[in-house]
C-alpha cells in the first residue's frame, strides 16, 4: 500500500506546471510535459519489467521516476520564485480562503455527491439498479473531459478579455458555452 500511495502523491497531487502552462497560455509545453512524462513512464515500465520481471520493482522504478520529477520541479519553482517582489498581503489566510475555499467546497461536494449516489443506489434499489446506474454513468468522463478542456481554454482567455471589456469577456463566455451545449446536444 506505501509504494501506490507514495507513486499517486508524487504524481498527482503535487503537479502544478499543466495549470502554470494553462494560465501563462503556453498550450505547446502542456503538451510537450505531458507526452515526455508519459514516455518515460512507459520507458521506466518496461525496461524494468524486462530486467527484473518484478511488479514490486517496477513500481519502485516508477516512484523513483516521479521523486524525480518532483525534485526537479521543486528546483525550478524556487529558481522561479518571485514572491519576494510582490507587496504584502493584509492577512494572507484570509485571502487565502477567499479565493479557494469557493471552488475547494464544490469540489469537496462533487466528490461526495459522486460517491455517496452510488452507495444510496445500491444499499436503497439494490444490486441490478447500481449496475444500471453504473453503464448510465459511462459519458461522464466524456463530459468531464470536454467540460475541463473547455475551462482550461476559456477561464483564462476571458481573463486576458475581461482586462480590457468586461462584455468581450462575458460574451467570449457565453459564445463557448453555447457551441460546447450545441456540440454534446447533436
Given amino acids: 500500500l506505501l509504494p501506490i500511495c507514495l507513486y ?5 497531487n ?5 495549470w502554470y502552462w494553462v494560465a501563462t497560455d503556453r498550450p505547446k509545453l502542456i503538451f510537450t510535459y505531458t507526452s515526455l512524462r ?5 520507458v521506466v515500465a518496461i525496461v524494468t519489467a524486462a530486467v527484473t520481471h518484478d511488479v514490486r520493482a517496477i513500481i519502485w522504478a516508477l516512484i523513483a521516476v516521479e521523486g524525480l520529477r518532483l525534485l526537479g520541479a521543486l528546483v525550478a519553482m524556487v529558481a522561479a520564485d518571485r514572491s519576494a517582489t510582490e507587496p504584502p498581503l493584509a492577512d494572507p489566510w484570509r485571502e487565502q480562503l477567499r479565493y479557494c475555499l469557493p471552488s475547494g467546497t464544490a469540489s469537496v461536494l462533487s466528490t461526495l455527491n459522486r460517491n455517496v449516489s452510488s452507495l444510496v443506489v445500491t444499499k436503497a434499489l439494490g444490486a441490478v439498479a447500481f449496475a444500471q446506474y453504473t453503464i448510465a454513468r459511462f459519458g461522464e468522463p466524456v463530459v468531464l473531459t470536454l467540460r475541463n478542456s473547455l475551462s482550461g481554454f476559456v477561464l483564462p ?4 478579455r475581461g482586462r480590457d471589456s468586461r462584455a468581450e469577456s462575458l460574451a467570449h463566455w457565453q459564445r463557448v458555452t453555447s457551441e460546447a ?3 454534446l446536444l447533436y
Fill in 8 to 12: 499517486t502523491l508524487f504524481s498527482s
Fill in 14 to 18: 503535487l503537479d502544478f506546471w499543466d
Fill in 38 to 42: 508519459l514516455a518515460v513512464r512507459i
Fill in 157 to 160: 482567455e476571458m481573463v486576458r
Fill in 181 to 183: 451545449m450545441h456540440w
